[in-house]
């Protein structure tokens, strides 16, 4: 047995597709990419290769050409034409020769003259200099834009927004504050059906898992005409009830997680509903419509 | 990522309203194009409609409209059809669920006599003789 890519289901080894997304698997086309990168190498070294051999055989035939006519020319001609001849024939070559070689010293001096102009386009240079100033602002600027991004939710929803406040309760929520929770088995999991010891100050950070068990839901009246002031709500509750926390003063609640099916009346009155920013968008707005419902102030939470 | 159905259930009852179940659990749903299910079948058994059709049992053109989506066809037909393709219990009822009839239950007769064909790769007329010598209702 091996487990489906798509939906991570058992299927048999030799499946051609998953019998429960339906997906079929090719296992064929996970090969392809690696050819296409190994086609990259040979064009690349022909492309390298290809000019310089061609320079060389350029050389070596043109010094082959000089020698053959050297070799024609004494052959055919008499002793006395031939110091001319072969003087005719080398100085032509010699020219030649020295000719492509003056004219890549021509060309090299012309590249060394180019280059004061390439490095006057040094113009460039005073330009990257002027580029990092056009840049320095944009950066400057960006920063602005991320602050401006980040502050309209706190000018919409909140004016300020203290966080050591936060990390400071938090803390104190963890350490301090017991209190014993009233709680029902849903299968493997476990659903808070109320408080049997409240805390002192009315802080609760409930905990995520109690006995091993996962923490999922917090059901109707469960904290309603408790002395709940402070509520952090962990990341394995999924489900706030209706009137759970009702007749209740509470003031803040701090979700840790994305509690999806909170009911439209878990909470009654006005508080403030933070909520973590490890929370994905979409439950962001689903917070913030909640936080419109009841009338209540909605901000976000580094916790 | 697959979603064990008890933990579906579960949310589902926890869930204020369907609209949002819905939408969290849309991807596990079970999409029911039963052609598309038993062509893929085919495909990866290399075998031939015509061939399964025959050892289904079925008549030639009811055989081809129900590959090609045109009917839908009643549950012991399609069993027919997973006892003509030698489907194995498994695949079986992925093809039940995905016609939206229940699945073999080996607590009633009828459905442990099919079960126990599909185990034992029985052909159709094998399981027929099967159920008719326990009073029961043939397939096909």
Redesign the interface.
């Known amino acids: 047995m091996r487990k489906?890519p798509f939906?991570?289901?058992e299927i048999e080894d030799n499946?051609?597709?998953c019998?429960?997304?339906?997906k079929?698997l090719n296992e064929k086309e996970v090969i392809p990419p690696p050819q296409k990168k190994k086609q990259w190498w040979p064009l690349a070294v022909v492309g390298v290769l290809l000019p310089v051999l061609f320079v060389f055989l350029v050389l070596i035939l043109g010094r082959e050409d000089v020698q053959h006519e050297e070799s024609f020319s004494g052959t055919h001609t008499t002793g006395a034409e031939t110091p001319n001849s072969t003087g005719e024939s080398t100085e032509p070559s010699q020219g030649e020769e020295s000719k492509p070689t003056e004219g890549t010293d021509t060309q090299e001096t012309q590249q060394n003259a180019t280059q004061p102009p390439e490095t006057t386009p040094g113009n460039i240079v005073p330009e990257p200099s002027t580029q990092p100033t056009t840049t320095t602002p944009q950066e400057t600027t960006q920063p602005e834009e991320t602050t401006e991004e980040t502050t309209p939710p706190e000018s919409i929803t909140t004016p300020e927004m203290s966080i050591t406040e936060v990390a400071y309760t938090y803390r104190a929520a963890r350490t301090g504050d017991d209190f014993n929770a009233q709680y029902q088995n849903?299968?493997n999991?476990i659903v808070i059906t109320g408080i049997s010891q409240p805390s002192a100050e009315g802080v609760y950070d409930i905990p995520s898992y109690i006995d091993g068990k996962k923490v999922?839901?917090i059901v109707a009246n469960a904290f309603s005409g408790s002395n709940a002031k402070i509520v952090y709500v962990p990341a394995t509750v999924?489900?706030i009830?209706?009137y759970a926390f009702a007749e209740c003063s509470l003031t803040d609640i701090y979700f840790r997680g994305n509690a999806?099916?909170t009911?439209?009346k878990a909470f009654s009155g006005a508080l403030t509903i933070h909520c973590s920013a490890s929370c994905s968008d979409r439950n962001f707005r689903y917070y913030k419509n909640c936080a419109a419902n009841y009338g209540a102030i909605w901000e976000e939470w580094n916790g | 990522m697959q979603k064990d159905t008890s933990e579906i259930v579960k949310e589902l009852g926890l869930c204020p309203d369907f609209q949002t179940f819905y939408k969290e659990n849309k991807d596990y749903m079970v999409s029911g194009n039963l052609s598309a299910l038993l062509t893929k079948l085919l495909e990866s058994k290399d075998l031939k409609k015509s061939q399964v059709i025959k050892s289904a049992e079925l008549s030639e053109v009811y055989g081809y409209q129900i590959f090609s989506g045109v009917r839908v066809p009643e549950r012991k037909k399609l069993l027919c059809l997973a006892v003509g393709m030698g489907l194995n219990i498994e695949e079986t009822q992925q093809l039940l669920k995905c016609a939206g009839y229940s699945q073999l239950y080996v607590k009633l007769p009828f459905d442990s006599i099919v079960l126990y064909g599909v185990c034992k790769e029985f052909s159709v007329v094998q399981i027929n003789e099967l159920l008719y010598e326990y009073g029961l209702e043939t397939l096909g």
Not at chain 1, 19 to 22: G, T
């Open positions: 489906c939906c991570k289901a499946a051609r597709f019998l429960y997304c339906m079929t849903a299968g999991d999922i839901a999924k489900t009830w209706n999806i099916y009911e439209s």
